[in-house]
């Protein structure tokens, strides 16, 4: 496979990692948490698991 010419207005599109997922939970007290994420994995179907970074 050889080199591809990138449009510079098209270059942001390839620093971007997809798809990108909200990780929600809620702590003892009822407060809701969130943060997003880049980089998920499948770990385990049964209990059905995911690694996140």
Not at 8 to 35: E, H, T
């Amino acid at each position: 496979m050889g080199l591809i010419e990138v449009k510079p207005r098209s270059f942001v599109y390839l620093l971007q990692p997809k798809p990108v997922a909200i990780i929600v939970s809620i702590d003892s007290s009822g407060k809701p948490n969130g943060m997003s994420a880049a980089w998920l994995t499948p770990t385990s179907r049964d209990p059905p698991l995911l690694a996140v970074a």
